[in-house]
């Protein structure tokens, strides 16, 4: 059967020529080349030419040096006060080191009966596998009501 043919067979059934795949695929890479030259530049500016502002209005401006000496002090006592736990942790920071502490806690068991994991993850793919049988079941019967 040629090409013709099966396009008559089924036309109903949406499809993609080779060409349209290939050009599709070259677009796709072209903006993601985009995507990664405007992340590099938007790196540079941010690691070089911010920083380098900033030591050149230091140098030429007293109340940006103020500025930055303050910020370059006050950094590591807060992070001093973090790390010795005389500043309170936030919400957030505590449910992170409770799903941290979870996930640890998986991995420990995980690690003690491989065996059990990977019965566990069977069960857990054959339950998703059913389900999706299930649910195309159901799509297939009502298509066939309606």
Same mark, same amino acid.
């Not at 530049?41 to 209005?57: K, S, T």
């Not at 006060?81 to 991995?107: A, C």
């Not at 994991?117 to 009502?142: G, P, Q």
């Given at each position: 059967?040629?090409? *013709? *043919?099966?396009?008559?067979?089924?036309?109903?059934?949406?499809?993609?020529?080779?060409?349209?795949?290939?050009?599709?695929?070259?677009?796709?890479?072209?903006?993601?080349?985009?995507?990664?030259?405007?992340?590099?530049?938007?790196?540079?500016?941010?690691?070089v030419?911010?920083?380098?502002?900033?030591?050149?209005?230091?140098? @030429?401006?007293?109340? @940006?040096a103020?500025?930055t000496?303050?910020?370059?002090?006050?950094?590591?006592v807060? %992070?001093?006060?973090?790390?010795?736990?005389?500043?309170?942790?936030?919400?957030?920071?505590?449910?992170?080191? %409770?799903?941290?502490?979870?996930?640890?806690?998986?991995?420990?068991?995980?690690?003690?009966?491989?065996?059990?994991?990977? %019965?566990l993850?069977?069960?857990?793919?054959?339950?998703?596998?059913?389900?999706?049988?299930?649910?195309?079941?159901?799509?297939?019967?009502?298509?066939?009501?309606?």
């Amino acid at each position: 059967m040629d090409g *013709s *043919s099966l396009i008559k067979i089924y036309h109903d059934i949406p499809y993609k020529t080779d060409p349209e795949l290939k050009e599709k695929v070259l677009k796709e890479m072209r903006e993601h080349r985009r995507g990664l030259v405007v992340f590099r530049w938007l790196i540079f500016i941010v690691m070089v030419v911010i920083p380098l502002g900033i030591v050149i209005l230091g140098v @030429v401006s007293p109340f @940006v040096a103020a500025i930055t000496l303050f910020y370059s002090v006050v950094q590591p006592v807060y %992070k001093w006060l973090k790390t010795t736990g005389k500043l309170k942790k936030s919400p957030r920071e505590l449910e992170k080191e %409770k799903e941290e502490l979870l996930m640890r806690h998986h991995h420990y068991h995980c690690e003690r009966n491989p065996e059990g994991f990977l %019965k566990l993850k069977i069960e857990n793919f054959e339950s998703a596998l059913r389900a999706d049988v299930r649910k195309d079941a159901e799509a297939l019967k009502n298509k066939k009501i309606n």
